[in-house]
């Protein structure tokens, strides 16, 4: 079972990272995030222009403008910039899609599935921008030990740091 984000919500979390890894040190212009985590400047203009809107990123305009946190990193969880980028965390549709007829409101899997879903929305809600930044810096600098193992298939990936 693969269990992943859109890509809106890919790119939003990519953006929040760079923005949370900077914080405090001034604003970070699309472009440098653009560059930094890989994400087509247009798509991402309107991906920031979403996160403004939900309150998690403030801009200011103008030759010199860009991007903050609304509040600080260990304020903002990843359910929040999911949510923000996707739409609710919601369980409101039946996972076993042509079932029998009389499973209109439950099915056999209906209270796993609902457990599962509530468990994922509770780590996404106590994972922190802090963390994920610190997390984020750790890889970068080579020191990163995850608690989980690592990825079977290997992702290429394409930005860089500055």
């Known amino acids: 079972m693969q269990l992943s984000l859109k890509r809106k ?8 990272i760079s923005v949370g ?10 472009r440098q995030i653009s560059t930094e985590m890989n994400i087509p400047y247009k798509t991402l203009t309107l ?34 910039i999911v ?12 996972v076993l899609r042509d079932g029998p007829c009389d499973w209109e409101q439950n099915c056999p899997v209906h209270d796993t599935w609902a457990r599962t879903q509530a468990a994922l929305t509770r ?23 995850p608690e989980a193992p690592s990825h079977t298939r290997l992702t290429d990936r394409h930005g860089t740091r500055n």
Do not use: K, N, W
């Open 21 to 30: 890894r900077h914080h405090g040190t001034g604003l970070r212009q699309a």
């Open 9 to 16: 919500g890919d790119y939003a979390v990519r953006a929040m």
């Open 123 to 145: 780590e996404l809600a106590s994972t922190s921008l802090a963390e994920m930044a610190a997390v984020d810096a750790a890889i970068e600098a080579g020191s990163y030990q």
């Open 83 to 94: 949510e923000a980028a996707e739409g609710p965390a919601t369980f409101d549709h039946c």
């Open 47 to 80: 991906i920031l222009a979403g996160l403004v809107a939900e309150g998690l990123l403030v801009a200011a305009h103008g030759p010199r403008g860009g991007y903050r946190l609304a509040r600080p990193p260990s304020d903002i969880s990843l359910l929040a």
